[in-house]
C-alpha cells in the first residue's frame, strides 16, 4: 500500500495535493477552525446528535423505545470495535502519512507519526453515523453528512489520503451493519430491563410516557371501562 503513494500522477496523490491545496489558499484563521473541526469537532457534533435522539426517543415513549435506545447504544460500541479491528489492519499495511513521502503539503496538525492507512478519525466517525442511521433516518442522514465532510477535512488537513479515508469509511460502515444483528440481539434485552427497572427506566423511557413501571398503562385494556362498568351498576343498586 505504500507504494501506492510513490508516484506523483497516482490520482491519490493528486487529489490529495488537490484538496489539500485548499489550505494553502485558506486564511490562516480558518485552517485553525478546520484543524479544530477536523479533530474535535465532527465527532463532537456527531455524539451530540446520538444523544439529541436518545432524548428524543425517551421523551416520546413509545412501545420500541427500549430496542431504539440499544441501538443508539450500539453507534459508539460500533466506533469502538471498528478501531479496534483496525489497529491489525494498519500494522500489516504499514502506510506511513502523506507528508512524510511529499513535499509541499500544508500539514495543520502536527505529531502525527502513526500509520496513516485506516483513518481512525474516518472510521470512528463513520461507524457512529451508520449505527445513528440504523436507529434513526433522519438524525442518521445528518451524521453521515457530517461524517463525510469529516473525511474531506482529513484530506485537507495533509494527514490522510484520500483512499485512507474511503477505507475508514468501507471499515466503519462494515463493522456498524453486519455486527449490528447480534449487538441487536444482546442490547435489546438489557435495554428492556433498564426500561422495567423504576430508579433508571428513565434513560430508556421518560416517567409518565407509558413505561412498564406506569401504573396507568399496565392496567390491561378494557379494565378501566370494565371498573367504571362496575361502579355505576354499585351506583344503581344503591339507588
Known amino acids: 500500500m505504500a507504494g501506492l503513494a510513490e508516484s506523483g500522477s497516482n490520482p ?10 485548499l489550505a494553502k489558499d485558506a486564511p490562516p484563521w480558518f485552517d485553525r477552525v478546520m484543524e479544530f473541526v477536523g479533530e474535535y469537532g465532527l465527532l463532537l457534533a456527531i455524539v451530540l446528535l446520538v444523544l439529541w435522539c436518545w432524548w428524543s426517543v425517551r421523551r416520546r415513549g413509545e412501545e420500541d ?4 435506545v440499544a441501538a443508539l447504544v450500539w453507534a459508539p460500541l460500533a466506533a469502538g470495535i471498528a478501531v479496534l479491528v483496525n489497529v491489525p489492519i494498519r500494522g500489516f ?5 502523506p507528508f512524510l513521502d511529499h513535499q509541499g503539503l500544508e500539514v495543520l496538525v502536527a505529531g502525527k507519526n502513526d500509520y496513516s492507512f485506516v483513518s481512525d478519525h ?13 436507529a ?4 442518521g ?3 453521515l453528512v457530517l461524517a463525510v465532510f469529516g473525511g474531506f477535512i482529513r484530506v485537507y488537513m495533509g494527514v490522510h489520503y484520500p483512499t485512507d479515508v474511503v477505507g475508514g469509511f468501507a ?5 456498524a451493519l453486519l455486527l449490528s444483528p447480534v449487538a441487536m440481539a444482546l442490547l435489546t434485552p438489557v435495554t428492556r430491563a433498564v426500561e422495567r427497572s423504576p430508579r433508571v427506566g428513565w434513560l430508556v423511557r421518560a416517567r409518565g410516557r407509558g413505561g412498564a413501571g406506569d401504573g396507568a398503562d399496565a392496567v390491561v385494556p378494557g379494565a378501566r371501562s370494565e371498573r367504571a362498568g362496575a361502579g355505576a351498576s354499585e351506583r344503581d343498586l344503591a339507588a
Request: aromatic share 6%.
Open 12 to 21: 491519490d496523490v493528486d487529489l490529495l495535493y488537490d484538496i489539500n491545496g
Open 65 to 68: 423505545a427500549a430496542s431504539s
Open 93 to 97: 499495511v504499514e502506510r506511513p502519512r
Open 122 to 134: 474516518a472510521t470512528i466517525v463513520m461507524a457512529m453515523a451508520v449505527g445513528l442511521f440504523v
Open 136 to 139: 434513526n433516518r433522519k438524525f
Open 141 to 143: 442522514l445528518v451524521a
Open 171 to 175: 471499515l466503519g460502515t462494515a463493522v
